[in-house]
């Protein structure tokens, strides 16, 4: 490590529709703001212009908030830290100029932040992360496996092939006439219902890969409730939703088993909304406890998008040198870890 003072950065989240800050001192969390946009929820998902048009209203407000909130000054902060993707350009880049200018403003370092690198080490706000570690990151954009030797340093193992496990979530939710996000509200159906009622495809990719499917699940959700009788019982619904639910469980369950009997691993984490998820948190959760190893997952609040995880990602990269420099822009499918 090149520092070993204490550093007390801001981070600032921006990546799709979720407007989050917050700020992180020497790991610690003091504050942790998220403003959801809602005007997405009536055309059943993200509109990309919208999201960037509320992120310019709503930064300011939910900034002056995170200060507020940790007690702290913008003359305090040693850092600014904003994710340059993977995400919705239009988004990224009302975060990213933002911070480059509060950077430049205050003679501070601006961190370019991979936003599913700082999903992979949010666990770490609460809890020690030991290295090296197994780390899946599933949500509504992603599904990604990874393993996580050092600080800053993964290896993607696996991904999807087409639909992110989240949006299949959402997806079957839509199907069975739930408020959008679907996801929370499928898993509150599925704990009602019965995972065995019906036999959905769990998507087996031949030869060694790690990657998983989601979208012939989707398509069998889909063909299934056209034929069912209407009204449909309630009690159909739930069986519906829990046999959907696992089926996209199962899935990532097997690809994670994989993954670690292939490589070595103290912990096994999972990120992201559909951490969130019950019967993920205990399927992995007993996953891990089969390989003698603990399973870490963020709280809820800091499951979906957040400041905090890109302010604690920011800490760890400012602690070791890296800073970002400021013709970094939005790269919308970032993929290989960095800062620009």
């Not at 800050?21 to 059943?44: K, P, T």
């Not at 913008?74 to 911070?99: H, K, M, Q, R, Y």
């Not at 200018?101 to 030991?130: K, T, Y």
């Amino acid at each position: 490590m090149t520092a070993t003072r204490r550093m007390r950065i801001l981070g600032i989240e921006t990546s799709c529709d979720d407007t989050g800050a917050a700020v992180v001192d020497d790991g610690r969390l003091l504050s942790h703001v998220v403003a959801s946009q809602e005007i997405h929820a009536e055309y059943g998902g993200v509109v990309p212009e919208y999201a960037s048009r509320a992120h310019i209203t709503l930064l300011p407000r939910v900034l002056k908030q995170a200060l507020d909130e940790a007690k702290t000054r913008v003359e305090s902060l040693d850092g600014v830290a904003a994710t340059l993707g993977p995400g919705l350009v239009g988004s990224l880049l009302v975060g990213i100029e933002f911070a480059k200018g509060l950077s430049m403003a205050r003679g501070i370092p601006f961190i370019g932040v991979n936003h599913v690198e700082a999903h992979l080490l949010s666990a770490g706000l609460e809890q020690d992360l030991p290295y090296p570690f197994l780390g899946m990151v599933a949500s509504g954009g992603h599904t990604e496996i990874y393993h996580v030797p050092a600080p800053g340093a993964a290896h993607r193992l696996g991904s999807t092939r087409d639909d992110a496990a989240g949006e299949a979530f959402d997806k079957v939710g839509k199907l069975l006439g739930l408020a959008y996000p679907g996801g929370p509200h499928v898993d509150r159906l599925a704990r009602q219902g019965n995972a065995r009622a019906i036999d959905f495809p769990v998507a087996r990719l031949g030869g060694e890969t790690l990657d998983v499917s989601m979208s012939g699940l989707k398509t069998a959700v889909k063909l299934l409730i056209e034929r069912e009788a209407r009204p449909m019982p309630d009690s159909r619904r739930c069986d519906i939703a829990a046999s959907a639910e696992r089926a996209i469980v199962t899935a990532l369950i097997e690809r994670l088993s994989l993954a670690l009997d292939r490589h070595s691993a103290r912990a096994l984490t999972v990120a992201g909304g559909c951490a969130c998820n019950t019967l993920l948190r205990e399927e992995a959760a007993r996953l891990a406890t089969s390989r003698g190893i603990p399973a870490l997952f963020p709280t809820p609040a800091l499951c979906r998008d957040n400041g905090a995880m890109i302010a604690y990602a920011g800490w760890i990269a400012l602690r070791n040198g890296a800073t970002t420099p400021m013709t970094a822009t939005a790269i919308p499918n970032l993929d290989s870890f960095g800062r620009g």
